[in-house]
Every structure is written in C-alpha cells, then in structure tokens.
C-alpha cells in the first residue's frame, strides 16, 4: 500500500503510542482525584499542556484540550460569538474554510450573527485589501484559516494578524493542517485563537486543543466539572492527550528536516506529473503552499473514479477533502479558486509525510498516468 493522503489523517507514530500506553494500563487514575495515582494522570496533563505552550510560544494556561480540530472551531465561533455579543455581531472568514468552520458560520447566521465570506484568488489567497475594506464597527472575529486542507495553499498570517490587531478585533485561525508541519508563533503573527488536532501530525484521533489568548475571555463550551478550567467539562481524556503532545513535541523538534523532506518530495511529485500527463492543473499556490501537499485538477476526468482506480493498485489519495465525500458537488475550495465546475470535478490530492519514498512516487506517477488516460478516452 502506498498511502499518499496525510491531510486527512497520519499514521499514528509508533513513539506516540509507546507513550499513551501506559496511562490505559497502568497509570488510569482520574487526573481529579486526591490519591496518589490520580496525581500522575494530573501530572501528565501539566506536562502536556506545558509541551504545546511551549510549541506555540504561549503559556500553558491558555492551552484547552478538545476532542480535535471540529470541536476547536465550533468553539472558538460560537463562543467569541457569545462572548462579544454586546460589542457586535459581525464576522468575517473566507470562502475556502474547513466545514467545521464555515457550518459553525451557518449556525451563528441563523442565531443573528452576519457573516461576510472573503474571496480567494487562482491561488487560493485571500485579499489583505478585500480584508481592510469588510471591516466594520461591529467586527468581533476575523477566522481564515493557516493553510488550506485541499490545496496547500498557506495565508499570510501575520498580515492577517496585524490587521486584526490595529482594529481590535481578535483574530482566529484554523491551524490544524499548519500546526506541527509549520512554525508558529502566537505573539508575532497576532493569533488569539487557535485550533489544531492531534491526528494530522502522527497524533491519536479524537484528540486536538483550542489555544485562547489569556487577555481573551471564553464562554464554557460543555458544562459540568472543573476540567479545563471549567471551560470544557468531563474526564480528561488523559492518555489521547499524552499522545497529542507526544505527537507534537516530536513535530516541533524535526519540523525543519521533515518539511525539507516532504517538500523535496512534493516538488518531485509535481514536476513528474505535469511532465507525465497532459492537461494536469496544479491547484493552490506554487511556493506558499504546505510541505507535503500537491493537488491537481485533470480535465476530463471524474476525480472519484480516478480514486477508486488508484486504490485498486493499492493507492491511497483524496479527491480533496474527506469531509466532503459523500458530497457529489464539485469542492467549494475549488469554486472559489474560480476553478470551473467541470475541471473541479477531476480534482485529486496527494499529502506527503516524512515515510514516502520517491520510488513510491515513481509507481504513483505511472499508475496515475494509465488511469488518467484510460478516464479521459472513455469520454
Ligand atoms: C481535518 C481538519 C479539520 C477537522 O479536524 P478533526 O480533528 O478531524 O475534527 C478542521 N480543519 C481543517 C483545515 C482540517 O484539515
């Protein structure tokens, strides 16, 4: 098997799962109770959430752990939506946003917020200027996302965080393709709130955390105990959290040589497939786009029935978002990139970690190549 579909989720890493064992066996305690085996499990939250802080450049108190990047995000939303009822009800996000961001969007409208949805250009960026020009008096959240989950593409940050910061208004992004493949730094590029999750960088799933700025008020998100501050209630989960930050300790300390490698890779993969078939579109920007990640559109074809060609010969990829399988309409994210519906439909996306190799790659290409191919004369 060749598993060439990182963005939607990683390979649990063999390290990561060595370090969760234990607190399933041995160390189960209720990191809430009095006795001694209560305070490992409390002891391991500390630590973990120290780990993350530390990632981000943030303190350990304004880390939350959540259940992954869609709890994160409905949060952030809903709860920045709640808390600053009173100063206003506006929001402004991108067209090209993760569903968990743009359905929370779609609650918060029919709860009285106002929604303005940025465009995007060819390459998947949004306009500082279209930004500066949405802004109003009653503007409580601005929410782009760090890098796109269907095309790669990565948004200028600091920018965004900067043009926040001088209108006072707090700033969220949707980390969790960025987080653990990129540097972050909370402070310099002006984030308030952040969302990660632990599965897209060889963390568990079902584990993920929302970074709150500590000058940043939150509403709870569940209600019940004191965990989390009493911000999210119920048992911790204390053995996915290990893992989380198990997974991003281990992300941050060979961030630079993984991406090098995954990026070496990417380019290769890119430049073999336009070489080897005629009519592939890469899709997002060419530079400012994830280390891993190359998308494509191919004309003619239906990016699904590549998809079920490839996994017969053992290949795994995406059409472009696992969330949207399921879903027969061409991407949103590829709409908005003003890609045309039909070429949309032939979308394909091959996400890359550190264990691909290139002779991989080389099998990919020529599979691809004959699949392609066999698709287009069928039309
Ligand atoms: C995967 C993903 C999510 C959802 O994260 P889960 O942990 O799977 O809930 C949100 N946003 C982006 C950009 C993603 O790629």
Redo the contacts with the bound molecule.
């Keep these: 098997m060749i598993y060439l579909d990182n963005?939607?989720?990683t390979r649990t890493a063999p390290g990561v799962v060595e370090a969760m064992l234990p607190y399933f066996s041995e160390y189960y305690g209720n990191a809430g109770s009095i006795y001694g085996l209560g305070s490992k499990s409390k002891r391991a939250l500390i630590t973990a959430r120290e780990t993350i802080a530390m990632t981000l450049g943030a303190q350990a108190n304004e880390i939350y752990f959540t259940a992954?990047?869609?709890?994160s995000?409905n949060w952030a939303l809903k709860a920045v939506y709640e808390s600053c009822r009173s100063k206003g009800c506006h929001i402004i996000t991108s067209k090209i946003e993760?569903h968990?961001?743009l359905h929370s969007c779609k609650y918060l409208e029919a709860h009285g917020a106002q929604i303005t949805y940025l465009d995007v250009d060819q390459d998947g960026l949004i306009s500082l200027e279209q930004l500066k020009r949405a802004i109003r008096p009653d503007t409580i959240l601005i929410s782009i996302?760090f890098a796109?989950?269907e095309i790669g593409t990565i948004e200028p940050m600091e920018e965004i965080g900067e043009i926040a910061r001088e209108h006072g208004i707090l700033f969220h992004t949707?980390a969790?393709?960025a987080y653990g493949h990129l540097p972050i730094a909370v402070d310099k590029m002006h984030i308030d709130l952040l969302?990660a999750?632990?599965?897209?960088f060889h963390g568990p799933?079902g584990t993920?955390f929302l970074y709150v700025n500590g000058r940043t008020k939150l509403s709870a998100l569940i209600h019940g105990g004191q965990q989390e501050r009493g911000r999210r209630a119920g048992t911790e989960n204390v053995p996915g959290i290990v893992g989380l930050a198990a997974a991003a300790g281990q992300a941050a300390l060979c961030m630079e040589e993984r991406a090098e490698t995954e990026s070496r890779m990417r380019d290769y993969l890119i430049e073999r497939i336009q070489e080897k078939i005629p009519g592939a579109q890469l899709t997002g920007h060419k530079k400012m786009r994830l280390p891993g990640h190359a998308s494509f559109c191919f004309a003619g074809i239906q990016g699904e029935s590549a998809l079920i060609m490839l996994d017969m010969q053992g290949i795994c990829a995406s059409s472009g978002?696992?969330?949207t399988s399921g879903d027969p309409g061409p991407s949103h994210v590829l709409l908005a990139a003003g890609i045309p519906e039909e070429t949309a439909r032939g979308s394909l996306r091959f996400t890359l970690s550190e264990e691909n190799t290139v002779e991989e790659l080389d099998v990919v290409v020529e599979a691809l190549a004959g699949i392609v191919e066999k698709l287009q004369r069928r039309i």
């Design positions: 963005a939607a989720t992954g990047g869609t709890e995000d993760h968990a961001v996302m796109n989950n949707d969790v393709q969302s999750s632990g599965h897209k799933k993920g978002s696992a969330c």
